[in-house]
């Protein structure tokens, strides 16, 4: 399900490799990014997403594969013949030009009268809330503010696609998350294809349609944000989005779309089945911390032990041990007149919310 | 003023006194007698009259003709003419050449980077005089340029091209002798650039061209303009590639100001035509303020 595409294609990636001499940028990467989706490549450093988006960009040459934009091939041509535009990871604002001319760079190569570029170049300023500084030297704005130009260079041509090289990674917390709205509300209000690339797991769930999880020049898993958090297919996407408990289980029966299995000490649960498992495998699960529910000793699906307690802010992070020696963290609200907090050794009873379990492939 | 403020005043003095020291012994003092000389009478026989005079810079202009009267003479403007045309092109070409060479050694991989540059360093390492033999030698008759064009049957009875002893081979002169100097600080300026900004030009459509001559010149300009600086002012005076290459016919400042103390023994001459080349030197070098300072303002952060 996570493979289908509502509406036209606005990039096709088709088997792309990437090869720097002996080593494998990208394996084989297959991809099919929707007309005006805010599609991500979320992955660890060295997993390939800038080498694809450089790909797309066409500063970089594909080895093999093809890319195809709005239905042209596209990998043969150089960036300049690219109806593509890139928002840089450090800006790569033109030091010698004002804010206006770096914004008018694309229009004026494009050819676009005078009258026009003017036009455009105001509409664009007061998009990202700059109009006043049109004069201003790049060196003489703030991080946050060169990020805005940047930005408004890059959608002034209005492209068929933007590309957005780690674009919120140079600034500050709190700068990042307020130009997450902005990015969306961008995204929504010129139509645009927007490609993201980030490492930064949050930002991804907060910003996309779609995610593509890379690893190793690998796509892991494409999907929604709640597929890849709630429905991570394989130990690596588990992993790598939020925090996870893996649970090493055996498949006791397969039913519908779900599977039976006996975890430790036998304990028997209920978990979603995305791939073909047969009874008795051994499989490892996937379960979220804040996906188990804590009862009165005795009333749950099992009893469990606690080990240790972190206070994280808005919640903590409890570790509890299975009467079979398996650890789970459970995450628990910190939230006013939320009870009393547990000491170790203290038994609890506890159970799994529904369909909080995922059979991962190996 | 505290006592601090004066002791540190006395020791700011102490601290720059030798760079005060070296400036007027090897430029303020040599430079004040030129500029004597140039106003003093010539002794025949070398050396000058202290006798005030503005003789020098008259015949500069004019000539005395029989009955003694002053008629303007362009002699000598044709060969400050001559000089500052010479000298331009000859950074002109250096420029291009300069540049495309700097260009092709930043786009080189660090390593071979820094041989490169070594390796245009190296005809520092040889005198002068005679690296500038070499050329005579193969611009003259029979020379290396000529001897595949008599091989082929192309040339006149008088079998040479005729390169040699020409304003040409002055100007290869110049180029040969000064290009180094305009290689390194472009190079310098080249290396600082940010490729990033050769990427986002051609991301937002501009070609090869339309970078080089938005981005990339803009941004290497400071580069540009010192090498033009160290490659003008030592062409504009120099005297060896126009005494080996042009010949005794072409003149230029450089050697005219040679010939008047090495031959003609006419030192206030002399010192007069270096004192007008000084003045050339010191607008050339106010325009360049000028430009940097536009440059600057254009300003990279």
Excluded at chain 1, 336 to 347: C, F, K, R, T
Excluded at chain 2, 97 to 103: E, K
């Amino acid at each position: 399900m996570s493979e289908s595409i509502a509406g036209t294609e606005a990039i096709g990636i088709r088997n792309a490799v990437k090869r720097y001499g002996d080593f494998t940028a990208l394996k084989g990467v297959t991809l099919s990014i929707a007309d005006n989706e805010f599609f991500t490549l979320l992955g660890p450093s060295g997993c390939g997403k800038t080498t694809l988006l450089r790909m797309i960009a066409g500063f970089e040459a594909v080895s093999e594969g093809e890319i195809v934009l709005y239905g042209e091939r596209i990998a043969h041509l150089p960036p300049d013949k690219r109806p593509v535009n890139t928002v840089f990871q450090h800006y790569a604002l033109f030091p010698h030009m004002s804010v206006f001319d770096n914004v008018a760079f694309g229009l004026r190569r494009l050819r676009k009268p005078p009258g026009e570029v003017e036009r455009t170049v105001r509409e664009m300023l007061a998009l990202v809330h700059l109009q006043d500084f049109a004069d201003r030297l790049p060196g003489q704005l703030s991080g946050g503010q060169q990020q805005r130009v940047a930005l408004a260079r890059a959608l002034a041509p209005h492209p068929q696609v933007l590309l957005l090289d780690e674009p919120l990674s140079a600034l500050d917390l709190k700068l990042r998350q307020a130009m997450r709205g902005e990015l969306q509300r961008l995204q929504r209000d010129t139509g645009i294809t927007f490609v993201f690339v980030t490492h930064d797991q949050e930002e991804a769930l907060a910003m996309s349609d779609r995610i593509a999880v890379l690893r190793a020049g690998e796509v892991q898993q494409v999907g929604t944000p709640e597929d890849i958090y709630l429905r991570p297919e394989n130990r690596f996407v588990a992993d790598f989005i939020g925090d996870t408990n893996f649970i090493e289980a055996r498949v006791e029966r397969v039913l519908e779309g779900a599977a039976e299995l006996i975890i430790d000490g036998g304990i028997r649960v209920r978990a979603r089945l995305s791939h073909r498992v047969a009874p008795g495998e051994a499989v490892t699960l996937s379960l979220r911390p804040e996906n188990i529910v804590i009862t009165a000793p005795g009333e749950g699906l099992a009893e469990a032990r606690v080990l240790a307690q972190t206070f994280l802010g808005p919640n903590s992070l409890v570790t509890l041990e299975l009467p079979g020696g398996t650890r789970l963290h459970w995450r628990r609200s910190n939230q006013s007149g939320g009870g009393q907090g547990l000491g170790p050794g203290e038994s609890v009873g506890l159970r799994f919310a529904e369909d909080a379990i995922a059979v991962l492939r190996s | 003023m505290s006592e601090v403020a004066v002791i540190d005043a006395r020791r700011r003095w102490l601290a720059l006194a030798p760079a005060y020291l070296v400036i007027g012994v090897f430029m303020v003092i040599p430079l004040m007698i030129m500029v004597a000389i140039s106003f003093m009478e010539q002794n025949v026989y070398g050396g000058v009259f202290r006798v005030f005079s503005t003789d020098a810079y008259t015949q500069f202009l004019f000539q005395r003709d029989f009955d003694g009267n002053l008629v303007f003479n362009p002699a000598y403007l044709v060969i400050l003419g001559r000089s500052v045309a010479l000298a331009a092109a000859a950074t002109a070409i250096c420029v291009a050449v300069g540049f495309s060479v700097a260009w092709f050694i930043v786009r080189q991989p660090p390593r071979r980077r820094n041989l490169l540059v070594f390796l245009i360093t190296i005809p520092f390492w040889t005198n002068l005089l005679v690296r500038a033999y070499a050329w005579v030698i193969i611009l003259g008759r029979g020379g290396v340029i000529d001897s595949p064009f008599r091989a082929l049957g192309l040339l006149g009875p008088d079998g040479t091209l005729g390169l040699l002893y020409t304003n040409t081979a002055i100007l290869i002169g110049l180029t040969y002798t000064y290009l180094p100097l305009m290689v390194l600080p472009i190079y310098a300026s080249l290396e600082k650039l940010d490729f990033r900004l050769v990427e986002a030009a051609s991301d937002l459509y501009a070609d090869k061209w339309w970078t080089m001559r938005q981005v990339v010149l803009p941004l290497a300009a400071p580069g540009v303009i010192a090498g033009a600086i160290l490659v003008f002012v030592p062409a504009l005076g120099d005297f060896i590639s126009p005494n080996l290459l042009g010949g005794a016919k072409r003149l230029t400042l450089g050697s005219l100001v040679q010939f008047q103390f090495a031959t003609a023994r006419n030192w206030p001459f002399g010192a007069a035509v270096a004192v007008i080349l000084l003045v050339f030197v010191m607008a050339s070098l106010a325009l360049y303020v000028r430009l940097t300072r536009k440059a600057g303002k254009a300003g990279q952060p």
